[in-house]
């Protein structure tokens, strides 16, 4: 197997992790108001997590190799701002749906918003994970299997709300598949354009942005959104398992 098949196949495997997100939607959920508030929760404690323990840290470790202290304190804080305009103006600008069929359009949109942030976070994770397969097979497997671990509950975050407001799971499947092949487009994009220009200041950039990105469904829509249901303390309970679920993954996998 040559190290372009490698590392595709563990790029694209890492991406359809994000199908065991919609696994849950297979069996009979009586309770929708309690999966919901429970699913977005738990969803919300692992994409802040993954912001500030992983994002975050490597995107600022990647711009202390370029600049020294504050500088690249600033560089970090601008683009994770920069990240949160461009969350909140895809919230903004994303079309309302006019389909009758869809009982929840806020929850629709909610989906839909997730589905773009994690494509968007996707992508740059599957270059990472070709680019690091491709020059040690290791390393790469380990990446995966960690890129996996975490796209399972950013999975739940775009298959339950497109579930619940469209009551279709064909169209929970879809978009969370296209979620999914969103990492093996970033390797595709990695060999065929990527590999000789990206530098650690572009990777900085993109990954500050995804953290603000990130930060911004998490808080503002994820969490939000299952504060609605006016059960705080089951709201904050499965933040809090959310992000111990991820610190632990984090442990694990090292």
Do not use: W
């Amino acid at each position: 197997m040559t190290s372009f098949s490698y590392a595709f196949i563990l790029s694209t495997l890492a991406g359809l992790s994000t199908l065991f997100g919609f696994l849950p939607l297979l069996f009979s959920l009586k309770n929708e108001k309690k999966i919901i508030l429970t699913s977005l929760a738990f969803a919300s404690g692992v994409m802040i997590c993954v912001s500030l323990t992983d994002l975050i840290p490597e995107s600022f470790k990647l711009l202390s190799k370029i600049f020294k202290g504050f500088p690249a304190l600033l560089f970090l804080l601008i683009f994770i701002c920069l990240g949160i305009i461009i969350s909140l103006s895809i919230d903004k600008f994303l079309p309302k749906s006019d389909n009758k069929s869809i009982t929840n359009k806020k929850l629709y949109q909610l989906g839909l918003v997730s589905m773009l942030a994690i494509i968007m976070h996707n992508i740059p994770e599957g270059i990472a994970t070709f680019l690091s397969s491709s020059t040690n097979k290791s390393l790469g497997l380990s990446l995966a299997l960690a890129i996996s671990f975490h796209n399972i509950p950013e999975g739940i975050s775009i298959a339950i709300p497109i579930y619940f407001s469209t009551k279709s799971k064909v169209k929970a499947f879809l978009y969370t598949l296209i979620s999914g092949l969103s990492e093996p487009l970033g390797a595709l994009l990695a060999y065929l354009f990527l590999a000789n220009i990206i530098n650690d200041f572009i990777m900085s950039i993109i990954l500050s942005l995804i953290a603000g990105i990130m930060l911004h469904i998490s808080i503002y829509e994820l969490l939000s959104e299952s504060l609605s249901y006016k059960k705080r303390n089951m709201t904050f309970l499965f933040l809090s398992i959310g992000f111990i679920f991820m610190i632990i993954s984090h442990l694990i996998l090292g």
